[in-house]
C-alpha cells in the first residue's frame, strides 16, 4: 500500500499522476451482507466497462443513477460478484472526479477477487484519506470540512457526530471566511493608508480597531468551545471507587446496561479493573470499575488496588460510593478522595438502608435503579463544570490544528490591538495583521504545507 507521504512526494514534483484511478474498501474488512469499494480518476468507466456485465450502460451512465450487473474477471469468462454500481461524473460526487461506489457482498474472497481485477485493469489502491484529499484539492472542501469528515467518521456520540456534521456542511468554513474577509478589509484599510502616506506625509491615521477588535472577538469565542468539542469527542473518564462490598460492580453494571463485572457478597471480588463504555448527555464516557480500596495482604488484590490509584490520578470524575448503613466509617477511610474536587459522594444500596440517609447527600439503589438518573445528572455536571458555557446552536470545534490556528491569529490581532493603542506606525501594525490572515488562511487549507497536509490526511482510514 503506498503511504500518504509517498503520494504527496509524487505530487511535487511533475511525476504526481493526479489522473490515476484509486480504489479503496470504503467498509471494514470483514464478513458482511455488503461491501463498498470505491473507484475514483478520470476514465474509471471506461476502464471498467469491458468487466462489467453491461458495458454500454455504464459508458453511458449518467451520474448519481444506479446499475445492476455482474463484474467478470480480467477473462470475462467468470462472473466475480453481482453487484450495485453507484455512478457519479466529474465535478459531482465526493472527490470531484468521475467515480463509482460498487455495493458488492460482503465476501472477503469476493472483495479480494474485485481488488485483483482493479489492479489488473490499471486501478492503484489508495492510500488513507486519499479520497477526501482529493474532494479537497479539487475545491470540494475546504480543510475544516476535510477534518470534519474523520471527526464524523471517529464520533463516538450522536453530539459529537452532529456537531462534527455541521463542520462538514460548511458552518466553521463560513464563519472563517466571513473572519477572514474581515480581517482582509481592516488589513487593505491599513495599506491604503500606507500607500497614502508616502505620497501625502500626512501623519492622520485611522486604524481599524474596531473591526480587527471585533474578529478577535469572534476568534475567541471559537476558541473557548475547544475544550467542549474535544470532550465530545475524546469524552471524559469516570472511575468507581469506594470500599469493597459498597456495590461498585452492580452500580457498573447498571451503567453498562449488562451483568459484565462480578458482583458477590465477597469483599474484594474485583481485582484487575473493568473497562466499559456509555454515553452520558452526548458525552462518551469511559468507566472503570475497580478493586476495593482496603489494606491487603493479597498480593494479587493490592496490585488491583494499585490500579486503581492510577486511574484515579487521571480520572474526570470519582464516584465514590459508600454502603448508606456504614457511610460515616467508610467516608473516614477515603477523606483525601472526598476533598478532591472531582469526587462525588454516593451513598448506595437506599433500598435496604436501615438508618435514615441524610438530607441533601446523593442516595442510590444500585441494585434497581432508584436515583441512578439524578446521578447521571450530577456525574455530568461534574464533567461539565470547568467548561464554557456554550449555546446549544453554537459552532463548536474539537481539532487541535484548528485551535492552535485560531490561537495564533487571536495572538497577533491583540497584539495589533495594543500598537493601535500606542500609536505605532502602520507598517509595523500591518504586519501583525499579516499575520492573523496567514493563520486563519493555513486554517481553512488555502496555505498549507505539504507537510501538514500529509498530517492531517494520514490521520483518516483507508477509503475515506
Ligand atoms: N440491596 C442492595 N444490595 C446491593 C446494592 N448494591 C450492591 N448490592 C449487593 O452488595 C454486594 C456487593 O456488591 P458489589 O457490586 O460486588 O460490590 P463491590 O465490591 O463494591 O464491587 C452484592 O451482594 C450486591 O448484590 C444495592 O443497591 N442494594
Ligand atoms: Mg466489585
Redesign the pocket.
Known sequence: MLSFKYTYDKMNTIDYQEDDIIYALATPLAPSALAIIRISGAGCKKLLAPHFSKPSSLIKGKSHTLLHGKILSYSKKETIDEVLLSLFDDKRGYTGEESIEIACHGSLFGIEAIFTLLSQIGFRSAAPGEFTFRAFKHGRLDLTQAEAVMEIVDSHSQKAHSLALSRLEGDLFKRMDYLKKQTLQAMSSIEVQLDYAEDDFSDEVVFPSHIIREVKESLDSLIETYSVGKMYKEGALVVLA????????????LLMKSER?????T????RDFIEGHTVIGGIPITIF?TA?LRDSSDAVEMEGIKRSRYLLEKAHVIVL?VDADEAELQMSHHLNIIDDPRCITVY?????ALRAIPEGVIA?????GQGFGKLEEHILAKIKKDMPIIQTEALIIESKRQHDHLVSASSSLKSALEMGEKALPLDLIAVEVQEALSALGELTGEVTSFDILEQIFSGFCVGK
Do not use: Q, Y
Open positions: 469506594g470500599s469493597t462490598n459498597a456495590g461498585k460492580s452492580t452500580l457498573f453494571n463485572s462480578i458482583v458477590s457478597e469483599h474484594g471480588t474485583t470499575d476495593g460510593l448506595n444500596k437506599s433500598d435496604i442510590i439503589s444500585a441494585k434497581n
